[in-house]
């Protein structure tokens, strides 16, 4: 089945769990990425049942830190 995933078309064996999408598209550091399936953000504790169904728009969303430039207070 085909989805959308950060805005390309990608291939899914079918319908298939948030946990199970992350391993066939291998993406990089799973257990740091968020996930927004249909614009909607998805719980980590909920990536074993939520499903990834036909014509679903996916978003691979990891949040980066930062620390202090040096250049003024932190």
Known sequence: MIITANG???ELSGEVSVSRML???KI???LYV???L???LVPRADFDTALVRE???VEFLYYMG???DG???C
Do not use: I, R, Y
Request: glycine share 16%; aromatic share 0%.
């Open 8 to 10: 390309k078309p990608a």
């Open 23 to 25: 391993e066939e598209l």
């Open 28 to 30: 990089s550091d799973p």
């Open 34 to 36: 968020t996930v927004q």
């Open 38 to 40: 249909n614009e909607e």
């Open 55 to 57: 014509g679903a728009v």
């Open 66 to 68: 930062g620390g202090a």
């Open 71 to 73: 250049q003024g207070p």
